[in-house]
């Protein structure tokens, strides 16, 4: 069964970096597309960034100061990351990553970034 672990968040003062990660045990390779999702208190849970194949795609609020990439290991595919540059209070939210392997969905279980202005 696959399973999801994001790790690397935290609390950070406005401007700061973070970088996340997010691994899949299970199954090393297969999936097509990885994002990065987020949540904050009371709100819908939106897209941050999506890497799929060769392309990337980011929210307009975080062009320019996120990046997202993935392994390229020859036989291993299964860890996301999303560096977070310039980061600013509305950025707080639990950040979820999510993996999409032949038409199945699977998401983490979150992980908190908190934003100090």
């Known amino acids: 069964q696959v399973q999801l672990v994001e790790s690397g968040g935290g609390l950070v003062q406005a401007g700061g970096s973070l970088r996340l990660s997010c691994a899949a045990s299970?199954?090393?390779?297969?999936?097509?597309?990885m994002g990065w999702y987020r949540q904050a208190p009371g709100k819908q849970r939106d897209l941050v960034a999506l890497?799929?194949?060769?392309?990337?795609?980011?929210?307009d609020s975080v062009k320019g100061r996120f990046t997202i990439s993935r392994d390229n290991a020859k036989n291993v595919k299964n860890t996301v990351y999303l560096q977070m540059n310039s980061l600013k209070p509305e950025d707080t939210a639990v950040y979820y990553c999510?993996?999409?392997?032949?038409?199945?969905?699977?998401w983490g279980r979150g992980t908190q970034v908190t934003v100090s202005s």
């Open positions: 299970g199954i090393s390779y297969g999936f097509h597309a």
């Open positions: 890497i799929s194949g060769g392309s990337t795609n980011y929210a």
């Open positions: 999510r993996f999409v392997r032949y038409a199945t969905d699977y």
